[in-house]
């Protein structure tokens, strides 16, 4: 069954394969089911800088990423604005709206030209209302998809700093970077601060455990952009 994103073009881009009907909440949806959300899509393109949705507005779609690459932030109630995380090609974002949340808690800003494929969270809603046996069948994935992530945030919290920072490093280097000579070198450059926020830890504190992975070989900087070495990665 095709994608019915499937022919949008965004010159210069790689365009990612992943569609709606490869998100996990859609592990035990049959393709006959599925094809009820396809009348649902939208798609659209986003220029460098944009927003897709800005902390604090209504909740009112829910996007994969086809293209590009996007920063989700926070502004604390002091003003301060933090960067949270990253998403990359066939990655969600707006999953908030499968909560009880009505406002998105953060800012998706495109970090280049971006090309998004998703539905209107209003349109999801009146589906599930017209078709029960949908919506049975997304919370049995969706309470699968918990227990997975459960389990990974058991992982992620355990070590010491510099284990904690060099499994960031090393995840946002796979996921959003590209293979060099000598391992994987991020595609954007990260300041100590966001590292400080990602990681969980004060910033000079970063900057101590990173001094540490540079003097042991792990990770290394060049044009202002981490590289995790292969010798890290057992490459």
Known sequence: MKCHCENLVLPNSSVSSACLRDLPIF?????????????????????????????????????????????????????????????????????EAFSRRISYPLTAWTMEETMTCGFRVRDF????????????????????RILTLNSRLGS?????????????????????????????????????EELSYLVGAHRVSITKALKRLQSIGKVTKQDNRFIVLNDAHGE
């Open 27 to 95: 592990d035990r949806i049959s393709e006959e089911d599925f094809e009820r959300f396809r009348g649902i899509g939208i798609q659209k393109i986003f220029h460098d800088g944009e927003t897709l949705f800005v902390q604090g507005n209504p909740i009112n779609e829910i996007f994969v990423i086809k293209a590009g690459r996007i920063r989700l932030s926070k502004v604390l109630e002091d003003g301060t604005e933090i960067t949270l995380d990253f998403r990359k090609p066939g990655d969600l974002i707006g999953e």
């Open 125 to 144: 809603n009146q589906l599930i209302l017209d078709n029960p046996d949908l919506g049975l069948k997304l919370i049995r994935s969706m309470s699968m």
């Open 156 to 192: 992620a919290t355990a070590g010491n700093l510099e284990d904690r920072l060099y499994r960031t490093l090393t995840s946002i280097a796979l996921e959003h970077g590209k293979k060099t000579s000598t391992g994987y070198s991020l595609s954007f450059p990260l300041t100590h």
